[in-house]
């Protein structure tokens, strides 16, 4: 049984960021009437019912109306999942994100990788909104100055924060390890290990963090719609062509 539905909206993004599994921008925004047809599909024929949804890209605020369509649509679909969330690298105008709120989204996620004091006061405006929980996604594999700082924002203003694993590196031990010595600060830190992640506790600053293992296989239970409006259910299908 699947849990969760990703909807990839677009490829297209404003960065280039080198870190980046996506190969090519060239994509199409998918467009509500695709995704009616799609959404009609799993939850009529297939019956299915989400625990969460993601919408993800590329950058999916470059088309901040066609955004709003599609978080519109997912929420009257599917009005009784709570956790809705976007993905987003933290480029559009806080009053943007903000809006989201009146389309059902819950959750927001943004990529911080270090110093980065516009978006950081972006991220604590918006946690403090009481409208959203706010994750920061966080490059693993960089120095550990900018990682320790990236924890140590995030642990002090109560942000989720997620270390995410270069898809092209699958030593997630070696990743594991440098944190819970190097930026949490201390090496008797909990570690709960999953198949997909790991999460660390930091009982004395009462915080936790979670990274992710990029396995071989990435079939994360979700069912995917990809701009196209092509349904498929393995994650594989999504980056094989990036890396």
Same mark, same amino acid.
Request: charged share 25%.
């Given at each position: 049984?699947?849990?969760?539905?990703?909807?990839?909206?677009?490829?297209?993004?404003?960065?280039n960021?080198?870190?980046?599994?996506?190969?090519?921008k060239?994509?199409?925004?998918?467009?509500?009437?695709?995704?009616?047809?799609?959404?009609d599909?799993?939850?009529?024929?297939?019956?299915f019912?989400?625990?969460?949804?993601?919408?993800?890209?590329?950058?999916?605020?470059?088309d901040?109306?066609k955004?709003?369509?599609?978080?519109?649509?997912?929420?009257?679909?599917?009005?009784?999942?709570?956790?809705?969330?976007?993905?987003?690298?933290g480029?559009?105008?806080?009053?943007?994100?903000?809006?989201?709120a009146?389309?059902?989204?819950?959750?927001?996620?943004?990529?911080?990788?270090?110093?980065?004091?516009?978006?950081? &006061?972006?991220?604590? !405006?918006?946690?403090?909104?009481?409208?959203?929980? %706010?994750?920061?996604?966080?490059?693993?594999? @960089? +120095?550990?100055?900018?990682?320790?700082?990236?924890?140590?924002?995030?642990?002090?203003?109560?942000?989720?924060?997620?270390?995410?694993?270069?898809?092209?590196?699958?030593?997630?031990e070696?990743?594991?390890?440098?944190?819970?010595r190097?930026?949490?600060?201390?090496?008797?830190?909990?570690?709960?290990?999953?198949?997909?992640?790991?999460?660390?506790?930091?009982?004395?600053?009462?915080?936790?963090?979670?990274?992710?293992?990029h396995?071989d296989s990435? &079939?994360?239970?979700? !069912?995917?719609?990809?701009?196209?409006?092509?349904? %498929?259910?393995?994650?594989?299908l999504?980056? @094989? +062509?990036?890396?």
């Amino acid at each position: 049984m699947k849990e969760g539905l990703r909807i990839v909206a677009t490829y297209q993004c404003n960065r280039n960021c080198k870190f980046c599994y996506q190969a090519s921008k060239e994509s199409p925004y998918l467009d509500t009437e695709t995704l009616k047809k799609c959404l009609d599909y799993l939850k009529f024929t297939k019956n299915f019912i989400p625990i969460y949804v993601t919408i993800q890209g590329g950058e999916v605020t470059i088309d901040m109306e066609k955004l709003r369509e599609i978080a519109k649509l997912v929420d009257y679909y599917y009005p009784q999942v709570f956790r809705k969330s976007i993905t987003s690298n933290g480029d559009a105008d806080v009053n943007d994100y903000e809006s989201l709120a009146l389309y059902g989204i819950t959750h927001l996620s943004f990529s911080l990788h270090g110093k980065n004091k516009k978006l950081e &006061d972006k991220l604590k !405006y918006l946690a403090k909104s009481g409208f959203f929980t %706010v994750r920061v996604n966080c490059f693993a594999h @960089q +120095s550990l100055e900018n990682l320790r700082y990236v924890y140590d924002f995030c642990a002090s203003n109560k942000i989720q924060l997620t270390f995410c694993e270069d898809l092209r590196n699958k030593i997630v031990e070696d990743v594991t390890d440098k944190i819970v010595r190097f930026v949490v600060g201390y090496s008797d830190a909990e570690i709960i290990r999953h198949k997909f992640q790991h999460i660390i506790i930091d009982n004395k600053r009462k915080f936790r963090c979670w990274i992710y293992k990029h396995l071989d296989s990435y &079939d994360y239970n979700n !069912y995917i719609i990809l701009p196209t409006g092509k349904i %498929v259910d393995n994650f594989d299908l999504v980056i @094989q +062509s990036k890396l």
